[in-house]
């Protein structure tokens, strides 16, 4: 056997000597780390903060609420002090979506959300500070200005978009729209939702009748009822279409109606809002590890401000 060989052979039994030396992996613990999110809602007169604590028990790595805290919201003139888990208030989330709240399933109030009521409400311009009094002595504080709402341009209130109605069930034309906005501050984005309304048939409204409204914008990121957030600048160009319309369950023939009202939402997220949005979505930064707008905590602490626009779809013969 050549030196090579006998080489090769020592590095071999080097190798599984190596092995049998290594011990099991150790379990590493990650200390307790606090999250606090809550965002301000212009014209909202509810505030709820969502106090939770990340790291592991056992081995274990999850998200606890954190109960037993003191927690403040002043701003407005007004100052408040919010309970842990009172009744006839919603879940927290960790966050909101952004000013397009959905009806849904009461669920009960959660341990380590603390809400209350602020008379007068959230009012725009004005100045809110947090204060969190943790249970063992921790302090988290925040602090934040509402926006303005968007300003909006285009369309025009009430502006009509003609479209060819769609024979029998196809999808009809596609139609572009432009959105176009004035918002206060250069770091603020907008939040951007679509929604159908009112069918009407011979000028008078349509009870009952349901028409499946497509809006999309240039880069097909926004479809149906969702949202499309973090817009930067000021305008979009949407593509908008009605398959169809129809009168009670999707068995049913489809109807006919002249037009169809639609409503443009727009939300304007401060800058602290958009900058956590950025932080965690573009460079890989994850959430629980971003903080903005408050210290003692990971999170934000943020505002929105929102505005709306009706446009109205009339249907032309094919």
């Known amino acids: 056997m050549g030196r090579a060989s006998l080489g090769l052979l020592g590095l071999l039994g080097l190798l599984l000597a190596g092995c049998e030396l290594l011990r099991p992996p150790t379990d590493i613990d990650v200390p307790d780390q606090v999250q606090l ?128 109605r769609p024979p029998h069930d196809s999808w009809g034309e596609i139609v572009p729209f432009a959105v176009t906005w004035r918002i206060e501050a250069p770091g603020e984005q907008v939040a951007l939702r679509v929604l159908n309304g009112t069918a009407y048939r011979g000028g008078a409204a349509a009870p009952g009748v349901r028409c499946d409204l497509y809006v999309t914008d240039e880069g097909d990121r926004l479809r149906g009822d969702g949202v499309l957030s973090g817009i930067g600048g000021d305008s979009i160009v949407l593509r908008g279409a009605m398959p169809g319309c129809r009168s009670g369950s999707p068995s049913q023939a489809p109807v006919r109606p002249d037009s169809v009202d639609a409503a443009i939402h727009l939300v304007v997220l401060d800058t602290a809002l958009a900058r956590y949005g950025r932080l965690t979505s573009q460079q890989g930064i994850r959430a629980e590890h971003a903080s903005i707008g408050i210290t003692g905590a990971n999170g934000v602490f943020g505002s929105t401000a929102a505005a709306s626009r009706s446009i109205r779809f009339v249907f032309e013969a094919p």
Do not use: M, W
């Open 37 to 164: 999110h809550y965002v301000l809602r212009a014209g909202s007169d509810t505030v709820a903060v969502l106090i939770e604590e990340a790291g592991t028990r056992a081995g274990a790595l999850g998200v606890r609420p954190v109960s037993g805290a003191r927690v403040r919201i002043a701003g407005g003139g007004v100052e408040v002090e919010l309970r842990e888990a009172p009744t006839g208030f919603p879940a927290c989330k960790t966050l909101p979506n952004f000013g397009f709240e959905q009806p849904t399933t009461p669920t009960a109030i959660q341990s380590g959300c603390y809400a209350a009521v602020l008379p007068g409400g959230v009012r725009v311009g004005e100045t809110y500070t947090l204060r969190a009094e943790l249970p063992g002595g921790g302090l988290v504080t925040g602090r934040n200005t509402v926006p303005r709402p968007p300003e909006v341009v285009r369309p025009a209130e009430g502006g009509r978009l003609r479209i060819r």
